[in-house]
Nanobody, 115 residues
């Protein structure tokens, strides 16, 4: 069973930056299309960015131009560079496969954007 552990969140002022990391166990990472999901307070979890096994990326309109997703297959790690952060980026960020098989969710990492 693949285990996912997110890290790198924190409290940051509007306009600031954070870099999230997601470490995965097992050997399937390099064969898995991965994504970053965000669950804002009182809202459903949503996919904000994804990256395929060959490096093709996707971003939701809300983060396009500000966030950059990347992966290091040698380290079984997924990254999300978040720049120009806005208060509406606040939430718990999770990584996971984008399907069809979804792994058990990790603990997530909390991001709070506030002055």
């Amino acid at each position: 069973q693949v285990q996912l552990v997110e890290s790198g969140g924190g409290l940051v002022q509007p306009g600031g930056s954070l870099r999230l990391s997601c470490t995965t166990s097992g050997s399937r990472f390099r064969f898995t299309n991965m994504g970053w999901y965000r669950q804002a307070p009182g809202r459903l979890r949503e996919l904000v960015s994804s990256i395929t096994v060959d490096g093709t990326t996707m971003y939701s309109d809300s983060v396009k131009g500000r966030f950059t997703v990347s992966r290091d297959n040698a380290k079984n790690t997924l990254y999300l560079q978040m720049n120009s952060l806005k208060p509406e980026d606040t939430g718990v960020y999770y990584c996971n496969s984008v399907g069809p098989l979804i792994y058990n969710w990790g603990p997530g990492t909390q991001v709070a954007v506030s002055s």
